[in-house]
């Protein structure tokens, strides 16, 4: 199966998100994920050194070709964290 035909998710595979630069120029693995009260979304590699100023924005769509194990909190609620301790970890969602 082609990597772009892999999505889960019930928004717009062109909804923008928030992720760092570390998942987009060092590819450190996604480890956080935040469903804002907003709707939006963050992906983050979980550390601690995030600047807002370093942040990226990409489609949603690209952020699962980054890493398709995120489609399993596509039905995160919103409101909800998702967090796990490396990639092959299961999910843990917690009310922000």
């Known amino acids: ?25 060092d590819r450190l693995d996604i480890l956080l994920v935040s469903h804002d009260e ?11 050194n995030h600047n807002s100023e370093k942040a990226v924005v990409l489609c949603l769509v690209h952020l699962t070709q980054i890493d398709l194990t995120i489609n399993e909190v596509w039905n995160l609620p919103i409101g909800y964290l998702a967090e796990r301790k490396s990639r ?7 009310k922000e």
């Open 1 to 25: 199966m082609n990597k772009s035909e892999v999505y889960k998710f019930q928004d717009p595979k062109e909804k923008l998100c928030f992720t760092c630069e570390h998942v987009y120029k």
């Open 38 to 48: 907003d709707g939006d979304w963050q992906f983050l590699c979980g550390e601690a």
């Open 88 to 94: 092959n970890d299961k999910w843990k969602f917690y």
